[in-house]
């Protein structure tokens, strides 16, 4: 996290939201890489001590990890595999989102109560965050995000996660 807010408590709540480290502006460039180094060094010496996922393991929302699109989303560990076996970074709405959908795949479910359901703040009819958060996860687990077959849109309603049924 790179942040002007320097007081402890700006930090203490950063680091407990899920923040790696908490650098605050202004900051040395290399300081910054130094820091982005350490944390990449531990992230692959925890990967390392991992046992190795399938992406394709347990593809029903029950299991810890769901192929979606082109990627393999862990719901136990809060990660999304890319397929090369890389992390692709998510924010922790577009977790909560995706861990939506994983546990109501095949139905479509409305902006609203997405909205309601992933946000602690009331809705407002014209409020399309929503749709900019599904974009985004379009963008990271589509294999077209132009053309979405996991993540798809219900016309008139919202989204629905669309998993093979076995």
């Not at 807010?5 to 502006?25: H, M, N, W």
């Not at 992406?55 to 029903?60: E, I, K, Q, T």
């Not at 809060?78 to 139905?107: M, Y």
């Amino acid at each position: 996290m790179v942040t002007g807010a320097t007081d402890s408590v700006d930090r203490i709540v950063g680091l407990e939201t899920g923040a790696d480290d908490y650098v605050t502006k202004p900051y040395d460039p290399r300081e910054l890489l130094a820091r982005i180094k350490s944390v990449l060094r531990r992230t692959v010496a925890l990967a390392a001590q991992l046992p190795r996922e399938q992406p394709g393991v347990g593809a029903s929302p029950q299991h810890k990890t769901v192929a979606l699109g082109r990627c393999a989303f862990d719901r136990l560990r809060r990660v999304l595999l890319a397929p090369d076996g890389t992390h692709e970074a998510l924010t922790a709405t577009e977790f909560d989102l995706l861990d939506l959908f994983c546990q109501h795949p095949n139905r479509p479910l409305t902006r609203e109560w997405l909205l309601e359901t992933t946000s602690q703040r009331d809705y407002d009819g014209s409020d399309r965050s929503i749709d900019l958060r599904v974009t985004r996860l379009r963008r990271k687990i589509e294999v077209d995000a132009d053309k979405p077959q996991t993540l798809r849109t219900v016309r008139g309603v919202g989204y629905m996660l669309v998993l093979e049924q076995s």
